[in-house]
């Protein structure tokens, strides 16, 4: 059974204004990195490592965050998430070293894509299948508001960056306190009036061969995809458009925002599409496509930068509006939290990989806004991990195709 179309629709709010939170603290880092690096001295090897360790924990940690989800429901483990999210986040904002920003990121990380995993269950949960992919869109796009959000705020909050790098990082605190209320909410709501509840089995590591060839697919698109994007747009890109396209902070900080801004409302169209029409594989290895089309006008090209931004713009709605749904689609509903919780698993191996091994790239090549041609490397770098991306989309689609038009037309 599925829970009321009201409740359903208040849930999704407050996971919506969760996720919105949760999503500015994660991108606080980039609009602070030229600041950091000339306020403290950090390099972009330390700069990296901020994001990275975000991610590191989650190599491992993110599967039994997914397993919880199994075991305890996702509104708990919700609640749970957000406390430890806020935790991180004041330790960033208030620590005076470079080993306590790190931590406050670590323990941060570990809250976040946990969080990541019960937010998308709870959708599951209490939206039904007709409208999943538009429910989770929705989600997403919300997201992303808090991601364009952290990449306006030296405009929004202009005052807080004239005072250097700390303030910037309280507002992200707040941010984050805003996610724990919305998720305090859902929880009382869950145990007034709860969804249908999923049996659990136990956990047995076996269950993981058990998922098929597409899954396997979908994971290895999922690590490269989100290491090429995030690696590169939540921590590099403001830093290379300042520095090898000469824009200011401020700038810069606007264009990266549209790939985010863009996202907004087109991740919730690409859900009711995928919806509509069921045929997700085209859809999914078309939007992998666009990724490595747009870095390389950056890379190799005198093209305006909104061209470039525009079709990652495009590309970062369609394939998490798609990508998410299908999930849910290729595993049992009472092993859907650990089938995420592993997809999060190999996904931030791969985050944290690209963020340090772009960061070295960098540093490497003397990276500078006096040498921008040192970027070269890393834009490289991502190139070809995404041209991976595509190739696994285009094994997913051969493997997944015919089944998603069967199962449509069969719904129809």
Not at 210 to 227: D, I, M, Q, S, T
Not at 287 to 303: D, E
Not at 343 to 356: H, K, S, T, Y
Request: aromatic share 14%; glycine share 8%.
């Amino acid at each position: 059974m599925v829970a009321s179309h009201s409740i359903a629709w208040f849930v999704l709010a407050l996971i919506s204004v969760a996720l919105y939170g949760n999503y500015y603290v994660y991108d606080s880092i980039g609009p602070i990195a030229d600041l950091l690096q000339t306020q403290r001295g950090f390099s972009d090897i330390q700069i990296g490592m901020l994001n990275a360790i975000y991610s590191l924990p989650n190599v491992v940690l993110v599967l039994v965050g997914g397993v919880l989800v199994d075991r305890f429901g996702a509104a708990r483990v919700t609640l749970w998430t957000t406390a430890i999210c806020l935790l991180g986040a004041a330790l960033t904002a208030w620590s005076p070293t470079f080993v306590g920003m790190a931590a406050g990121r670590l323990l941060f990380g570990i809250g976040a894509e946990t969080l990541n995993i019960s937010a998308t269950t709870a959708i599951a949960d209490y939206c039904g299948a007709r409208h999943l992919a538009l429910a989770m869109g929705i989600t997403l796009g919300t997201g992303r508001l808090g991601s364009y959000s952290a990449d306006m705020s030296p405009e929004f909050f202009a005052s807080a960056y004239a005072q250097g790098w700390q303030p910037p990082l309280v507002i992200a605190t707040i941010m984050a306190a805003v996610s724990l209320a919305a998720a305090l909410f859902y929880w009382i709501m869950d145990r007034r009036s709860p969804a249908a509840k999923r049996e659990s089995d136990p956990f047995v590591l076996s269950h993981l061969l058990h998922f098929g060839k597409p899954y396997w697919y979908l994971l290895l698109l999922c690590v490269f995809y989100y290491a090429v994007i995030l690696a590169f747009r939540s921590t590099f890109s403001i830093k290379y458009f300042q520095h090898a396209h000469g824009l200011s902070l401020a700038a810069a900080g606007t264009m990266n925002s549209y790939v985010f801004l863009a996202s907004i409302f087109a991740t919730p169209f690409f859900g009711w599409l995928c919806d509509r029409i069921g045929r997700y594989a085209p859809l999914l290895a078309f939007g992998a496509f666009l990724l490595p089309v747009s870095l390389a006008l950056m890379a190799f090209t005198n093209w305006s930068l909104w061209m470039a931004t525009a079709l990652i713009g495009v590309s970062f709605s369609l394939v998490p509006a798609v990508m998410w749904p299908m999930a849910s689609k290729l595993v049992a509903p009472n092993r859907f939290g650990t089938a995420l919780g592993l997809m999060f698993v190999v996904q931030n191996a791969g985050i944290a990989g690209a963020n340090l091994v772009a960061g070295w790239l960098n540093d490497g090549a003397g990276a500078t806004d006096r040498n921008p041609a040192g970027y070269q490397p890393m834009m490289l770098f991502f190139l070809g991990l995404s041209a991976v991306g595509v190739a696994c989309a285009l094994l997913l689609w051969r493997t997944a195709g015919r089944r998603d038009q069967e199962a449509h037309t069969n719904a129809v």
